[in-house]
C-alpha cells in the first residue's frame, strides 16, 4: 500500500532533536485519527502522540515519556503528519511507527487502521 510513509529517523545525541514525517495520502483524506506510536527491541509496542483529523492544539494526546518533548501535527494540504522531538533521550531510541486508526471524524469507508513500516530512531550518549 503507499499509504503511510515514514522518514526522518536517524542518529542522534542525547538532547539532539529529530522530526518524523509520515506520507498518508490514503489516510488523512479519509480523516482518520493519526498516530505514532514505537517500540523498542525487547519491549511492547508504545503510546507516543495522536491526533484527531482537525484537531486544535489540547485535542492532542501524548504519552506520559514524552510529554513536553515531542510534539505531532498535521498538515492537511500535504496530506502529513509529524512527529518532532527535542530533548531526545537514550530511551526513545526505537523504531517509530505512524498509524491511522478510526476516530471520531473518520469517513464511512475511510482508510483507516493501517500502520506503516516504521523508521529507525536511534539516540546515543
Known amino acids: 500500500q503507499a499509504d503511510l510513509k515514514e522518514s526522518g529517523g536517524g542518529s542522534v545525541q542525547t538532547g539532539g532533536s529529530l522530526k518524523l514525517s509520515c506520507l498518508a495520502s490514503?489516510?488523512?483524506?479519509?480523516?482518520?485519527?493519526m498516530a505514532w506510536y514505537r517500540q523498542a527491541p525487547g519491549k511492547e509496542r508504545e503510546f507516543v502522540a495522536s491526533?484527531?483529523?482537525?484537531?486544535?492544539?489540547?485535542?492532542?494526546n501524548y504519552g506520559d515519556s514524552v510529554k513536553g518533548r515531542f510534539t505531532i501535527s498535521q498538515d492537511d494540504a500535504e496530506n502529513t503528519v509529524y512527529l518532532e522531538m527535542n530533548d531526545l533521550k537514550t530511551e526513545d531510541t526505537a523504531v517509530y511507527y505512524c498509524a491511522s486508526e478510526w476516530g471520531p471524524f473518520s469517513l464511512r469507508g475511510g482508510k483507516c487502521g493501517r500502520r506503516g513500516q516504521g523508521t529507525q530512531v536511534t539516540v546515543s550518549s
Open positions: 491526533i484527531p483529523f482537525d484537531a486544535e492544539t489540547p485535542h492532542t
Open positions: 490514503e489516510s488523512i483524506p479519509s480523516r482518520c485519527t
